[in-house]
């Protein structure tokens, strides 16, 4: 799992605090910081290749793709790809991504699943 930060809004000027990153307390999360939005910019080509288009009034500051959750296969090769799932702001991108998630490792949607419960 990766989460990038990027500079954003005024008060991101410099990198994540540590009190920023425990916002993700996740060890399997490799927090990155990418202050010239390569990850943005590389995100955006793939899903423009692949048709693939967010709301409008959805995650874009500045020229920027930020707030966006993500899903990508295991050993995906990033050059040559785009998401499964895509969808933002990532605080309202829990369902459709726990759903892709379920798609993906191909587990039913059921009350007992401790792996995103159904809403």
Same mark, same amino acid.
């Given at each position: 799992m990766l989460a %990038?930060? #990027?500079?954003?809004? @005024?008060? =991101?000027? *410099?990198? @994540?605090?540590?009190l %920023? !990153?425990?916002r993700i307390p996740d060890a399997r999360v490799a927090q990155y910081w990418d202050k010239e939005h390569l990850v943005s910019a590389d995100l955006e080509q793939q899903l423009s290749r692949s048709g693939i288009a967010l709301n409008p009034? /959805? /995650? #874009? *500051?500045?020229? $920027? !793709?930020? =707030? %966006?959750?993500?899903l990508?296969?295991?050993q995906i090769k990033w050059a040559?790809?785009? @998401? !499964? $799932?895509?969808?933002? @702001?990532? %605080?309202?991108?829990e369902a459709g991504l726990c759903g892709a998630l379920r798609n993906l490792l191909q587990i039913p949607a059921i009350a007992s699943n401790p792996l995103c419960k159904p809403q």
């Open positions: %990038v930060w #990027e500079p954003i809004l @005024p008060t =991101d000027w *410099q990198r @994540p605090t540590s %920023v !990153l425990s009034h /959805c /995650c #874009e *500051q500045g020229g $920027f !793709l930020w =707030d %966006v959750a993500g990508y296969p295991a040559n790809s785009h @998401p !499964l $799932f895509i969808g933002g @702001p990532v %605080v309202n991108a």
